[in-house]
């Protein structure tokens, strides 16, 4: 007695091995309150700067070190991107 296949050989695929979603970018507005600790911009490299009141974490995510208003601004003199609290 020979067995044979219900379904056709479905083949392979190359697709389908995309990489977790990292959810990075800006978490919060220009002008907003913050609390000491608070999270402001999670990005891969130094694309945002930190300025005073603000720290750096070993993955380039930027917090605040103290409460206080969040400023986004351009640094003409380093051609730079910097937040500062």
């Given at each position: 007695q020979v067995r044979h296949a219900t379904k056709k050989a479905g083949g392979s695929t190359s697709n389908g091995r995309s990489?977790?979603?990292?959810?990075?970018?800006?978490k919060t507005g220009n002008g907003a309150r913050v609390q000491a600790g608070t999270v402001m911009v999670k990005q891969n490299g130094?694309?945002?700067h930190a300025?005073?009141?603000?720290?750096?974490?070993?993955?380039h995510t930027l917090f605040a070190l103290r409460?206080?208003?969040v400023a986004f601004r351009f640094d003409g003199v380093r051609q730079r991107r910097v937040v500062a609290v």
């Open positions: 990489s977790q979603p990292k959810h990075l970018g800006v130094s694309t945002w300025g005073p009141g603000v720290g750096v974490a070993r993955d409460a206080g208003r």
